[in-house]
């Protein structure tokens, strides 16, 4: 059997998951990252995206929308600003979301337009990847 890990996603309203995991599959700032035991200490800003962890009871899928992830041989973690299974995102809660972000963006100082648009494309893909 694979080496697991403890792995911990945690939101300011809820702890969604605590798992032994073989693999986490994270939506890092520089893309795409998997942890797995005995991993390098890292620690990484989240993008919006889907964050999937395999483990004894399957795969589960969790829309993020940001935050941090700390990353050790022995487990990740991960501070979500918001987090929701992917069963429960909704194409109402990804509008809000992108609507948020798009409003955001406008007030956007010049020098920070390209990472506010960048987040609403970010945003926007997401909700074609949550299917919804």
């Given at each position: 059997m694979a080496k697991t890990l403890q792995f911990d996603l945690v939101s300011p309203e809820r702890r969604l998951t605590s798992v032994q995991a073989t693999e986490v599959q994270i939506p890092a700032a520089e893309g795409y990252m998997t942890a797995m035991a005995d991993h390098s200490p890292t620690i990484t800003t989240l993008r919006p995206g889907i964050l999937r962890v395999r483990s004894a009871e399957g795969t589960a899928e969790?829309?993020?929308?940001?935050?941090?992830?700390?990353?050790?041989?022995?487990?990740?973690?991960?501070?979500?600003?918001?987090?929701?299974?992917?069963?429960?995102?909704?194409?109402?809660?990804?509008?809000?979301?992108?609507?948020?972000?798009?409003?955001?963006?406008?007030?956007?100082?010049?020098?920070?337009?390209?990472?506010?648009?960048?987040?609403?494309?970010?945003?926007?893909?997401?909700?074609?990847?949550?299917?919804?």
């Open positions: 969790y829309a993020v929308t940001g935050g941090f992830a700390e990353i050790t041989p022995e487990g990740t973690s991960v501070l979500a600003e918001r987090a929701l299974p992917l069963s429960e995102v909704t194409a109402e809660y990804m509008d809000s979301l992108i609507a948020e972000a798009s409003a955001a963006a406008e007030r956007a100082a010049p020098e920070a337009r390209a990472d506010a648009d960048l987040l609403v494309q970010d945003f926007r893909a997401l909700r074609t990847a949550a299917g919804v």
